[in-house]
């Protein structure tokens, strides 16, 4: 999947690895790796949306400036091997380690790349991107549990070249303290069980008011597999799909062009969330608002 966006391009490769590439030529991927999204090994399940997500495939790049990893669950040094440049610099959250991956991986101080370590607030220049470390947690996975991604566990990032910030959050619900955000682009982690659902990033996303807006890692609906062409997207929580002020060219699948998203073939004539529309299905679990960071 490449969509691509006033000279930027961004390509979801799968769970939550994406590429960034800004019209200098400047890359930056997110997360690369884990379950086999760039070996060619991973497939998404029987989900909803599931075909609309990226085969997996065996990739092997190695043109990254830039790498983030936001948590030990995403830390995968075989897939930053296969992005990573010769002279790519690594970002990781100071949270990550091999230990708390719990699986045999490389420590990050072996790591054969120029490795910067980042907290909360840091905001280091790396390969000419600005990148902007921005908190990230999530509730318990279900009522009356732990959460997999408690406070200080991980991170988002924001990242800015050029005057174009792209903005991944991470492993995370809806924080207030994306607010601080002012992001061109928006990649949303969607699960409904474990990060946030299409309703929290729908209110997120009208609050952070981007251009772009590309999901990504495992469970969305299918409305939200894709790209806006407007040039300013407003949002609906109701519903977890795209509305328009503007017309629009429609909401395409970004693996068949030729399909529409939504019928009718515009945003402006989705249907409204009502019970008798079939898109208007409750979440997994209950919406919650923008939580404040603690």
């Known amino acids: 999947m490449t969509v691509p966006h006033a000279g930027l391009t961004v390509?979801?490769?799968g769970y939550a690895t994406a590429r960034v590439e800004w019209p200098d030529g400047t890359v930056a991927y997110t997360d690369p790796g884990r379950?086999?999204?760039l070996t060619g090994e991973w497939t998404p399940g029987d989900f909803d949306g599931a075909r609309h997500h990226p085969p997996a495939s065996d990739y092997h790049a190695q043109d990254a400036d830039l790498v983030v990893v936001t948590h030990a669950h995403h830390y995968d040094p075989h897939g930053i091997e296969r992005v990573a440049g010769d002279d790519?610099?690594?970002v990781v959250y100071e949270g990550v380690s091999a230990d708390a991956a719990s699986r045999n991986v490389t420590p990050v101080d072996a790591l054969d790349y120029d490795v910067v370590r980042v907290a909360y607030g840091d905001?280091?220049?790396v390969a000419g991107v600005d990148v902007q470390t921005v908190r990230a947690e999530t509730a318990p996975d279900e009522p009356g549990g732990t959460s997999s991604h408690p406070p200080g566990f991980g991170c988002g990032f924001a990242l800015t070249r050029e005057d174009t910030t792209v903005f991944?959050?991470?492993d995370s619900d809806a924080l207030a303290a994306h607010g601080d955000v002012d992001p061109e682009v928006f990649l949303p982690p969607l699960s409904r069980r474990i990060t946030m659902g299409?309703?929290?990033?729908?209110?997120l996303a009208e609050r952070l008011d981007p251009e772009l807006v590309v999901p990504s890692t495992t469970t969305p609906s299918r409305d939200w597999w894709g790209t806006a062409d407007c040039s300013r997207p407003?949002?609906?929580a109701a519903g977890f799909r795209w509305r328009s002020t503007s017309d629009s060219p429609g909401l395409k699948s970004p693996l068949n062009p030729t399909e529409d998203l939504f019928s009718g073939g515009r945003m402006t004539d989705v249907c409204d969330a009502a019970?008798?529309?079939p898109r208007s299905r409750p979440p997994l679990r209950s919406p919650r608002a923008a939580r404040p960071h603690r």
């Open 275 to 277: 019970p008798s529309c």
């Open 88 to 90: 790519a610099t690594v």
């Open 198 to 203: 299409e309703t929290e990033a729908a209110d």
């Open 35 to 37: 379950y086999g999204v």
């Open 234 to 236: 407003t949002w609906r």
């Open 11 to 13: 390509d979801w490769l």
């Open 123 to 125: 905001s280091p220049t």
């Open 168 to 170: 991944y959050p991470g």
